[in-house]
């Protein structure tokens, strides 16, 4: 499946980071990739919800996304991927880790924040 990539500026620091868009008009598109994208916000509003509510506390959030993070690192010992998959495995976790600590915002907001690290 075609993707574009779109190149956003980060601070001279680091350069350049590249983030594959999920869907634009011009290309052939998977099925899939907008309803994850619908899943994506989905459990980030559920997410932020629980954190205003108290039902999730922000350190009990990063912590089940640390674990999240280190099981991924355990599979990927086992069975090596190239970086551009290990980056696809933890792009939902990060996503979900930086959904809790702020307010609602759009897909591509939530993944130029996670290509960014910030």
């Given at each position: 499946m075609?993707?574009?990539k779109v190149t956003y500026p980060?601070?001279?620091?680091?350069?350049?980071?590249t983030i594959p868009m999920m869907h634009?008009?011009?290309d052939t598109?998977?099925?899939?990739?907008p309803q994850l994208e619908g899943?994506?916000?989905?459990l980030s509003a559920l997410v932020r919800q629980m954190i205003t509510r108290g039902v999730l506390?922000?350190?009990?959030?990063?912590?089940a996304m640390a674990q999240a993070r280190e099981q991924a690192e355990v599979d990927f010992?086992?069975?090596?991927?190239?970086?551009?998959n290990r980056k696809a495995v933890l792009f939902p976790i990060e996503?979900?880790?930086?959904?809790?600590?702020g307010e609602a915002e759009t897909f591509r907001a939530l993944a130029r924040r996670v290509a960014l690290g910030t």
């Amino acid at each position: 499946m075609p993707r574009r990539k779109v190149t956003y500026p980060a601070v001279v620091a680091k350069g350049t980071v590249t983030i594959p868009m999920m869907h634009s008009e011009s290309d052939t598109m998977n099925t899939a990739n907008p309803q994850l994208e619908g899943l994506y916000l989905a459990l980030s509003a559920l997410v932020r919800q629980m954190i205003t509510r108290g039902v999730l506390s922000q350190e009990d959030l990063d912590a089940a996304m640390a674990q999240a993070r280190e099981q991924a690192e355990v599979d990927f010992r086992s069975s090596p991927l190239p970086d551009a998959n290990r980056k696809a495995v933890l792009f939902p976790i990060e996503l979900l880790a930086l959904a809790g600590k702020g307010e609602a915002e759009t897909f591509r907001a939530l993944a130029r924040r996670v290509a960014l690290g910030t």
